[in-house]
């Protein structure tokens, strides 16, 4: 909000101060990337699909990241008033970045059948398990039709950012060689910031792979 004459409200002052910290702090955040398992269990194939799964959650990292920084930027071009209660708790707590978890083999059974996926546990395959920032994997469902108005609307939020991570899916899906074989079903989200909000199976596909389902799209049977 300003002033006719151009002079900006104490209050305002105060918001862009909080804005631009939140940047700085998140400019400064790496990737949170961990590996439940000694890769050396890995054979060489394995290996090939576990680095392509490092460089899509290193890539993922940068995106969503961006998309969190250019979000605020147009915000504050389009004058959109971001809610004080999110400002306070960006600026008290930093909204962290996703974090990414692989793992293989017992570690990823275990994992699985912690988390009621006993049946999908199967050790012979890579699982990611991706989850959102604290705020966004607890209230990703909150937006103005389910919440109170003294309640933060992360839902908003949500909806603004993952189209950012479905684009960086689709893209190594389409054309990097990496499949995504999802577990939990939709809307089948943990909210415990330790959990998941997605888990996949990865695994690599071929060009010869890719050309016989260009084929069948082609020719369908």
Not at 189 to 218: A, N, Q, R, V
Request: glycine share 2%; hydrophobic share 35%.
């Amino acid at each position: 909000m300003r002033r006719q004459e151009g002079l900006r409200f104490q209050e305002d002052i105060w918001d862009l101060e909080t804005i631009d910290n939140i940047k700085k702090k998140l400019e400064l955040q790496r990737p949170k990337i961990e590996e439940l398992f000694d890769e050396e269990q890995l054979d060489e194939a394995l290996l090939g699909t576990l680095n392509k799964t490092r460089l899509f959650c290193a890539e993922l990292h940068d995106k969503f990241k961006k998309e969190i920084l250019d979000l605020l930027a147009t915000y504050e071009l389009e004058n959109k008033p971001i809610p004080k209660k999110i400002l306070d708790f960006l600026s008290a707590k930093q909204l962290d970045i996703p974090s990414f978890k692989i793992t293989y083999g017992p570690s990823a059974k275990q994992f699985l059948e912690t988390h009621g996926f006993k049946n999908k546990a199967d050790q012979r395959k890579i699982v990611l398990i991706f989850q959102l920032p604290k705020p966004l994997a607890k209230f990703w469902w909150k937006n103005n039709y389910k919440t109170k108005k003294s309640t933060i609307e992360w839902g908003e939020l949500y909806k603004d950012i993952m189209p950012s991570v479905w684009e960086v899916i689709n893209d190594y899906e389409l054309n990097k060689g990496l499949n995504f074989d999802r577990i939990n079903s939709f809307y089948q989200h943990d909210t415990e910031p330790e959990s998941y909000h997605y888990l996949w199976e990865m695994s690599e596909w071929s060009k010869k792979d890719k050309t016989t389902m260009d084929d069948l799209i082609k020719n369908p049977v």
